[in-house]
């Protein structure tokens, strides 16, 4: 196992237009998080999923965003009609989850979205 | 109102030198991790602390966490260049359910040769 992947590692996009962002978590990692960095700034959390199941999502996130596990192993992000204010890094974590504390996530190395 | 405050936000040092960093809140947590990260990487962990009064060490680096489990620190001991980078900490409440870690926003360590 590699660890998670991300892909694209890097995307430009112009306002308006929809991107979608991958990730492949470790595979016995049960639990695979999204969040947002930009710069200055502590990673934001944006939703989390057990498997198939999205358990949580940010009150922050606008109905632009949506994220899917279809088969509890890889996830997309999407994102419609891009604004600039969405450009920032996009992390993705996984865990083995099943814990009443957390032992600590590995990233991937994310997915910087420009919007010009 | 960040649940984390870190400080300090940035900190330059001579190679050699020791330092420390914080990560305090005024919630309790279940465990507190912290984490470095590089300029355009996502984080690694560095470690996991669960109790409180916890003292765990990694080579040059220190961390604890506090008797309440409410903060927690980090201290370097003859800082390298490779030290360099945004420290990260990052829990879970301990009134929540097992779930999301929230962040700090990290203190960026500048180690000059």
């Known amino acids: 196992d590699t660890g998670v992947s991300q892909d694209p590692r890097h995307k430009i996009t112009k306002r308006g237009q929809n991107v979608t962002f991958r990730c492949d978590p470790i595979?016995?990692?049960?639990?695979l998080y999204w969040y947002r960095q930009t710069l200055g700034q502590g990673p934001e959390f944006l939703t989390y999923f057990q498997n198939e199941a999205q358990l949580e999502k940010s009150r922050l996130l606008s109905d632009r965003f949506s994220a899917e596990r279809p088969k509890g192993s890889f996830s997309t992000l999407e994102i419609q009609r891009t604004e600039q204010g969405d450009s920032a890094m996009y992390l993705c974590a996984s865990d083995k989850g099943g814990q009443r504390a957390n032992y600590g996530y590995t990233f991937g190395s994310g997915t910087r979205l420009t919007v010009v | 109102t960040q649940l984390l405050e870190q400080s300090p936000q940035f900190l330059s040092i001579q190679e050699g030198e020791n330092l420390t960093v914080y990560c305090n809140s005024s919630s309790v947590f279940s465990s507190l991790q912290w984490y470095r990260q590089e300029p355009g990487e996502g984080p690694v962990l560095l470690v996991t602390?669960?109790?409180?009064?916890e003292v765990k060490k990694l080579k040059r680096l220190t961390f604890q966490f506090g008797d309440a489990r409410k903060d927690s620190s980090l201290h370097i001991t003859a800082a390298q260049p490779g030290d360099t980078g945004l420290y990260l900490c990052a829990g879970m409440p301990h009134n929540t359910n097992a779930g999301k870690s929230t962040f700090g926003d990290g203190t960026t360590l500048t180690v000059k040769p």
């Open positions: 595979s016995e990692h049960n639990r």
């Open positions: 602390v669960v109790t409180g009064g």
